[in-house]
Nanobody, 126 residues
Framework: QVQLVESGGGLVQPGGSLRLSCAAS????????IGWFRQAPGKEREGVSY????????YYADSVKGRFTISRDNAKNTVYLQMNSLKREDTAVYYC???????????????????WGQGTQVTVSS
């Protein structure tokens, strides 16, 4: 079965850290560029970060730049999102996705998503 599975979400206090994982099964992850997206309640899903197939290129939304780090271990078929200095406004469901096509800005749009994971909830609260 071809799927992406996110894990690592949870409840964390402001200023804390989490590491999200996105594991691929049924296919080889290094064939794809990967994006992390998030969707907060009542808001549209937005791109958070991007990584190229072999990790040489990464991009971040301005809201997370300097706090989040995307990486991948193709040998483990996994992409990671290290999130530090978390803020309440980072609260959302986080999704990883394989990407297709091209886009004009640094971050992909939801229209560039080939397949989604099921999402993992991140809640930043004291």
């Amino acid at each position: 079965q071809v799927q992406l599975v996110e894990s690592g979400g949870g409840l964390v206090q402001p200023g804390g850290s989490l590491r999200l994982s996105c594991a691929a099964s049924g296919f080889t992850l290094d064939a794809y560029r990967i994006g992390w997206f998030r969707q907060a309640p009542g808001k549209e899903r937005e791109g958070v970060s991007y990584i190229s197939r072999f990790g040489s290129t990464t991009y971040y939304a301005d809201s997370v730049k300097g706090r989040f780090t995307i990486s991948r271990d193709n040998a483990k078929n996994t992409v990671y999102l290290q999130m530090n200095s978390l803020k309440r406004e980072d609260t959302a469901v986080y999704y990883c996705a394989t990407l297709m096509g091209t886009w004009s800005n640094s971050l992909p749009r939801t229209e560039n998503v080939r397949s989604w994971g099921q999402g993992t909830q991140v809640t930043v609260s004291s």
